[in-house]
């Protein structure tokens, strides 16, 4: 079955230290997003890629790095800058990124936790 | 700036109970307003868009409207099943989604 798969499901990061969270979709789709979840607050974009090379920041990139080198991933790597990084991660795709009809595909979520 | 406000933040009925859960936008141009039904620890799941004013949409017993101004997510005779976390989005730029806080509905058998 077409989907996206986020690994790991689960992550804890110590203090100073860089960590990357995994995103590959089987869709062929064109967009991909990285949002980030907080208690009581609505996702908020992190990073958006509409193809292969190219990526834009989000409202709040501060402190995070991704690459898109393939079609099919987009990893996000949570680096030390970010001072307050736990939260739940969603990653999300669209066919392509302009039309939107079907809103986005998201996966099922990297909860890191800073430990 | 654009805004999305969702309300109530959380909904306890019992089963049964019909009600409609409320988001509203501020926005510079609409390209269209969705809606996502998410579980606890996953990502959200695609349920409703709407375009234009006036539109509606229905799934099981849900059904999305929209106004010039707000959305609403009718459900009809709730059961257990539907208790989730229901968010609103909103497309203004050909390029991302602008999420609200979400309502968190309980259905209670």
């Known amino acids: 079955d077409g989907g996206i798969t986020q690994s790991p499901k689960y992550l804890f990061r110590k203090e100073g230290q860089n960590v990357t969270l995994s995103c590959e979709q089987n869709?062929?789709?064109?967009?991909m997003y990285w949002y980030r979840q907080d208690p009581g607050q609505g996702l908020r974009l992190i990073y958006y890629?509409?193809?292969?090379?190219?990526?834009q920041k989000g409202d709040i990139a501060e402190g995070y790095s991704v690459s898109r080198e393939k079609k099919e991933s987009f990893p996000l790597t949570v680096t030390s800058a970010q001072k307050n990084p736990t939260a739940f991660y969603l990653c999300?795709?669209?066919?392509?990124?302009?039309?939107?009809?079907?809103?986005?595909?998201f996966g099922s979520g990297t909860r890191l936790t800073v430990v | 700036e654009d805004q999305v406000t969702q309300s109530p933040e959380a909904l306890r009925l019992q089963e049964g109970e019909s009600s409609s859960l409320n988001c509203s936008y501020t926005?510079?141009?609409?390209?269209?307003l969705f809606w996502y039904r998410q579980d606890p620890g996953k990502g959200p799941e695609f349920l409703f868009t709407?375009?234009?004013a006036g539109e509606e949409k229905e799934k099981e017993r849900l059904k999305a409207t929209l106004t010039k101004k707000e959305s609403f997510l009718h459900i009809t005779a709730p059961k257990p099943e539907d208790s989730a976390t229901y968010l609103c989005?909103?497309?203004?730029?050909?390029?991302?989604?602008?999420f609200g806080s979400g309502t968190q509905l309980t259905v209670l058998p």
């Open positions: 999300a795709s669209s066919l392509d990124g302009v039309t939107l009809y079907y809103g986005y595909t």
């Open positions: 869709l062929n789709h064109d967009a």
């Open positions: 890629s509409q193809i292969v090379n190219d990526f």
């Open positions: 926005v510079s141009g609409l390209r269209g």
């Open positions: 709407l375009y234009s």
């Open positions: 989005a909103v497309q203004v730029s050909a390029r991302q989604l602008t």
